[in-house]
């Protein structure tokens, strides 16, 4: 694999982790009404939904930090990505709320790990030279989630497709997986063990 082929992959799992993770965090904002009519809830309820996803997100996006250390930083991006995933599919065949807030949590899982790694896999992995262009283009990313994310909900919700909201998330998941097995095949990633009674950094 090239130089610029493996900044590319890095350059595409880091800014699609991202875009994913912030698109889910505001897509799902205007189904709120919905999902309250569809499931028959309150609106408290309906809300747990989103409650759900932020939530072990902001838990577990400092532990992922500390295993994408351990372990590297493209593992720990490939669980995310697989695991956003499957709560993203999980979460379009939600016949109730309950399940719906329960797999919202798998994808808020996901997500702790795509944010947790999406800039350390580019100013660890990316050349150099192409570092800032790189940050610049997560910085995008991180910026068209929530912009993106009413209108797609909107549209298709307008459309009579909720469920559609969730299982658009699976291409791109499928792509960055892709990227990401394959750069895991060729790139050898260092291995942090850190101390954390001395804090040493070995």
Do not use: H
């Amino acid at each position: 694999m090239t130089i610029r082929t493996r900044n590319i992959f890095i350059i595409t799992i880091s800014g699609m982790g991202m875009l994913l993770s912030t698109l889910d965090t505001g897509i799902i904002n205007v189904a709120l009404p919905f999902f309250q009519k569809e499931f028959n809830v309150s609106a408290s309820l309906s809300a747990l939904s989103v409650v759900s996803y932020t939530l072990s997100l902001s838990i577990l996006i400092l532990p992922f930090g500390y295993l994408s250390d351990q372990f590297g930083k493209l593992k720990i991006s490939l669980i995310g990505l697989i695991l956003f995933g499957l709560g993203s599919i999980l979460c379009g065949t939600a016949n109730n709320i309950f399940e719906l807030i329960l797999f919202r949590a798998i994808q808020g899982i996901g997500a702790a790990a795509l944010q947790a790694t999406s800039a350390a896999l580019i100013t660890t992995l990316v050349d150099r030279k192409f570092i800032s262009n790189a940050l610049g283009i997560l910085g995008i990313m991180i910026g068209l989630g929530p912009v993106l994310g009413p209108s797609i909900g909107g549209l298709f919700l307008s459309m009579g497709l909720w469920r559609l909201i969730f299982w658009i998330n699976v291409p791109f998941v499928v792509l960055g997986v892709a990227c990401n097995y394959l750069l895991i095949k060729t790139i050898s990633e260092k291995k942090f063990a850190i101390t954390l009674i001395f804090g040493e950094v070995f």
